[in-house]
């Protein structure tokens, strides 16, 4: 399923906010176009707007100065590693005289293949059959083809596995509802919606063999930055003896940050609490609201991460980094 399409020169996005009720292909055509894709999530998941921002890096930089757009775009949200990641790498091939594009075109084909061996080592650790929570949505729509979360499930259909996977609805935004369940179900994967708060009674049924999340940055801790909701199913893997693994790129590991309480959690709107998603709205106007868009998941609470280097496991402060020389 694809989120992104570059054709002759020109960027198109499948706008995620309309999803699954309709499908539109949307062109975009300049950075204020770009940035309020990235900010409203009608392009999300840390790889793909990663993806995203190198495209929109290679076009409009040549209209634009490139460091203000970096920096303009960066701006846009900023939990995830990979948008900063992407206009770092357009940034350092225009100083090497590169081709911009073609830099472009290689960041979203290095994620194909990435996930790729991701879905491949988390696969290892799976079973024909399993029963499988997920939080969000870490699928192709998030990142270039299969995903990191959703990666095993994917590639695993392929292969002939069959899972059952059960799909937290993950308020606010209703990734889990509206693209994941969408996404597997497109895919022939055996789906259930559940709301947040059903994990737990889920997971005491003996319905859950492994919980699988994408991540958005990883601490060299081994702490990560998940969908909001995420540490708490977590805490909950942990009181019924489930494995607990975070899917993501090697580069979603940011050295920079020890642990963390290091990583930017993005503040949205409370409207999208109350409002976004409801016809009248669910508590008065004056009801304060708090909408982070993210929580830290305790390293401890981490059965392994499962990186496209290989299957991380604790201590993460001494393996994160070992798996880069090994
Ligand atoms: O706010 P979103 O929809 O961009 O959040 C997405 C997630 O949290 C994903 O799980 C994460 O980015 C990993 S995507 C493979």
Redesign the pocket.
Known sequence: MENLKFKENKLFIIDQTLLPNEEKWVEITNKEQAYNAIKT?MV????AIGIFAGYSMAIFSQNNDIYELKNYLDSSRPT?VNLSWATARIVKAYENGKNLIEEAIAIHNEDIEMCRKISEYALTLLHDGDGILTH???GEL??SKY???LGPLILGKEMGYNFKVFSDETRP?L?GARLTSYELEKAGIDVTLICDNMASFVMKQGKINAVL????RVAANGDTA??IGTSGVAILAEYYGIPFYVLGPYSTIDFNCSNGNDIEIEERDSEEIKNLYFEKSTALKETKCFNP?FDVTDHSLITAIITDKGIVRPPYNINLRKILND
């Open positions: 999530l999300r998941g840390a790889p995830a969000c949505n870490a998030a990142t995903g990191t979360g935004l990734q999340v994408g991540c958005d998940n969908k868009a």
